[in-house]
Nanobody, 110 residues
Framework: VQLQASGGGLVQAGESLKLTCKAVGINFRLYDLGWYRQAPGKERELVATITSSGTKDYADSVKGRFTISRDNVRRTVFLQMNSLKPDDTAVYYC?????WGKGTLVTVSS
């Protein structure tokens, strides 16, 4: 199984980014998916999840700003991030079962 995350970058506070994670080698539609992040000096934390049936859940810190979605045909999970804040700066990882993507860096400047 391989997870290929992309879409990170450097943006200013208030701007948006969309992260993409494509899965290879797994029957994607059967599994729940998640986005996590790890800020410098902090532990990895859950950002958002989407179940195989499409139920979504979010960390309180991103509710109303981030949206997780999935495309089972393209085996891809997305994270739309709006109204970004400097506190959102982190490496973002996608996860399916016990498999992790390599991470994509998001940096939000004030």
């Amino acid at each position: 199984v391989q997870l290929q995350a992309s879409g990170g970058g450097l943006v200013q506070a208030g701007e948006s980014l969309k992260l993409t994670c494509k899965a290879v080698g797994i029957n994607f539609r059967l599994y729940d998916l998640g986005w996590y992040r790890q800020a410098p000096g902090k532990e990895r934390e859950l950002v958002a999840t989407i179940t195989s049936s499409g139920t979504k859940d979010y960390a309180d810190s991103v509710k109303g700003r981030f949206t997780i979605s999935r495309d089972n045909v393209r085996r891809t999970v997305f994270l739309q991030m709006n109204s970004l804040k400097p506190d959102d700066t982190a490496v973002y990882y996608c996860k399916i079962l016990n498999f992790w993507g390599k991470g994509t860096l998001v940096t939000v400047s004030s």
